[in-house]
Nanobody, 115 residues
């Protein structure tokens, strides 16, 4: 059984920074992609950034140049460095691992950007 646990969310001021972490536990091998999604109030969950097992990264346009995704396979962790935060970044952030053909999700961490 694989479990993912996010941490690092909280309240930040516009222009501020937060770093999200996601740790995996359980029987884990050969993680393909790791990703971050977010769900804003009243909206569907949407992709934020993804990183492949080769280190290739992809970002959605609203976060390009501000967010950085990284992974540490030895620790089975994925990170999301969020800089220059905006109020529209307010959402619950979820990490996602693809292992084989199975997707695993964390429980989410709240990020609120407000002055």
């Amino acid at each position: 059984q694989v479990q993912l646990v996010e941490s690092g969310g909280g309240l930040a001021q516009p222009g501020g920074s937060l770093r999200l972490s996601c740790a995996a536990s359980g029987s884990i091998s050969n993680i393909n992609t790791m990703a971050w999604y977010r769900q804003a109030p009243g909206k569907d969950r949407a992709l934020v950034a993804i990183i492949t097992n080769l280190g290739t990264t992809t970002y959605v346009d609203p976060v390009k140049g501000r967010f950085t995704i990284s992974r540490d396979d030895a620790k089975t962790m994925v990170y999301l460095q969020m800089n220059s935060l905006k109020p529209e970044d307010t959402a619950i952030y979820y990490c996602n691992f693809q292992i084989g053909h199975t997707l695993y999700w964390g429980q989410g961490t709240q990020v609120t950007v407000s002055s």
